[in-house]
């Protein structure tokens, strides 16, 4: 009898982590994916889909060391990251699951509604340091950033600080949630987060990419006709060994229904 009923623990045991699944990483693509997850636990009621953030190289950390089925990432893959995990004897797949625009955000109070890249870099790496020089009020410039960690803050490094330190000092937050508070508290506050995260408690900042002829609001309508310059791929990464486990749910973030839940996040679809 207790050995019948140790076997049906174990069985049970095992079909549930067969059925359980793990997302780790990237921040900005967190109200994708909880809400994505939601949707397909729905639908597949014997499914259990767990997701938790922290950052693009928290994701590829994770998938290194075996707990996540899928690392989600707000950049590419890094060279030496792709080597550790071969190290490992792990082959990874690569999947565009949604674009995103990256918004710069200020205080709503700032009096500055226009920035060219030029002048966002100066920003960032700490060579413009007052409001006043750039239209608006005589106010030091506070400027935060995303921990090293997160691939939001080496997309930002490299498309609008074209790869250059950013200031030594600057703030730098754990979490896009931990910048929109912060900028909506400071009034000389500056940041960047993904559409996703805009809300009225911020001002998003219309961006020049040509030197100041045009400036470009960051909209999902936006991203999608191109006009707007700071827009990335949004990623899963899984090891190709997972993919019978992680399949259904990657096949149903890319149906209609899936990128219809893009959209709806803040996000651009991938069709």
Not at 215 to 242: G, S
């Amino acid at each position: 009898m207790r050995t019948t009923i140790l076997t049906t623990i174990i069985l049970a045991s095992v079909l549930f982590n067969a059925q359980a699944q793990r997302i780790k990483g990237s921040d900005t693509m967190l109200p994708l994916s909880q809400k994505a997850a939601e949707e397909f636990m729905k639908e597949n009621p014997s499914r259990s889909v767990t997701v938790t953030g922290g950052g693009s190289g928290v994701g590829i950390a994770a998938l290194l060391e075996g707990t996540t089925e899928l690392a989600q990432l707000s950049r590419k893959i890094k060279f030496d990251e792709r080597n550790k995990l071969k190290e490992k004897g792990k082959t990874v797949k690569e999947i565009t699951a949604a674009y995103d625009a990256l918004a710069v955000v200020v205080h709503p109070s700032n009096k500055v509604t226009n920035l060219t890249r030029e002048q966002l870099e100066g920003i960032f790496t700490g060579k413009i340091k007052n409001w006043k020089d750039l239209g608006g009020d005589d106010l030091a410039i506070i400027p935060y950033s995303r921990e090293t960690s997160s691939g939001t803050y080496e997309f930002f490094k490299e498309n609008v600080l074209k790869n250059k330190n950013y200031m030594s000092g600057i703030m730098s937050m754990p979490a896009t949630g931990a910048i929109i508070q912060s900028i909506s508290q400071t009034k000389g506050a500056i940041g960047y987060v993904g559409l996703a995260y805009l809300n009225k408690d911020v001002k998003a900042i219309h961006v020049s990419y040509d030197q100041g002829k045009t400036y470009v609001e960051p909209t999902v309508a936006n991203a999608k006709n191109e006009t707007y310059p700071i827009v990335r791929p949004l990623y899963y990464y899984y090891d190709v060994t997972a993919e019978n486990k992680v399949k259904s749910f990657i096949d149903f973030v890319l149906s209609g229904k899936g990128q219809k839940i893009v959209s709806e996040t803040g996000f651009v679809s991938v069709n």
